[in-house]
């Protein structure tokens, strides 16, 4: 069964410095949303795009942050400058049309982004 | 304004017993609504889903939710639960209005421990 994988699983960085989290979606997909999910809090919508632009993004999606496609399979989440609070599970997820009717967001397994 | 609430934030029940974790929603627009399961140190995974038809659905493992619209709910029933069904269950809703990319909003989370 095809599925969203998420590289690194861990990553571990210095306040201030700059981190890509890499996701490859399921390959027929053309919706790629970053969610993430600070430890014990509950999932929080960050961001999601089509066509090669962003679609919608949430108010924590701030200018320190970027997403990008830079080629026909991965997906990117960019933070420019890191903070402490950043620190949280990344999950990357892809659809197919989100008004089609058998519709769902597929889940990568998440990177643990921990900013020290 | 479109949210999702989750009750319960612990759920405690023996093996063998009944269990339902409560989700209601608030919206003026459709809806597709989902459970999603994730486990301990693991990403998310979809338990079952409500896209339209019929109200109540189910999941492989012995899971249903029905669509309550009148009472915007969508709460997830077990009759008989078992050890391994301890993890933490998440409501997610994805409203539907013009130029919606499906982006999910998820509630806070139920953490079901089943005890033996």
């Known amino acids: 069964e095809p599925e969203v994988t998420q590289t690194p699983s861990h990553q571990v960085t210095q306040m201030g410095q700059e981190v890509i989290l890499r996701c490859v979606p399921i390959?027929?997909?053309?919706?790629f949303y970053w969610y993430r999910q600070i430890l014990g809090q509950k999932v929080e919508f960050l961001v999601s795009?089509?066509?090669?632009?962003?679609?919608?993004k949430s108010e924590i999606f701030d200018d320190q942050f970027s997403v990008e496609r830079p080629d026909g399979s991965n997906f990117t989440l960019k933070i420019r400058s890191t903070k402490l609070e950043d620190s949280a599970m990344y999950f990357c997820?892809?659809?197919?049309?989100?008004?089609?009717?058998?519709?769902?967001?597929?889940f990568g397994p998440g990177t643990r982004l921990t900013v020290t | 304004a479109q949210s999702v609430t989750q009750l319960d934030s612990q759920v405690p029940v023996f093996e063998e017993a009944p269990v339902e974790l409560r989700c209601n929603y608030s919206?003026?627009?459709?809806?597709?609504l989902f459970w999603y399961v994730q486990y301990p140190n693991q990403g998310l995974q979809l338990l079952l889903k409500?896209?339209?038809?019929?109200?109540l659905v189910e999941s492989i493992n012995g899971f249903e939710a029905e669509f309550n619209k009148s009472q915007t709910s969508f709460h997830l029933r077990k009759p008989s639960v078992h050890i391994s069904d301890t993890a933490e269950y998440f409501c997610?809703?994805?409203?539907?209005?013009?130029?919606?990319?499906?982006?999910?909003?998820f509630g806070k989370g139920t953490k079901l421990s089943v005890k033996p």
């Open positions: 795009f089509y066509n090669n632009e962003i679609s919608e």
């Open positions: 409500y896209l339209s038809g019929s109200t």
């Open positions: 997610a809703v994805s409203f539907h209005y013009g130029g919606s990319q499906g982006n999910l909003i």
């Open positions: 390959s027929n997909h053309l919706y």
């Open positions: 919206s003026s627009v459709s809806v597709y």
């Open positions: 997820a892809s659809s197919e049309n989100p008004t089609g009717l058998n519709y769902e967001q597929y």
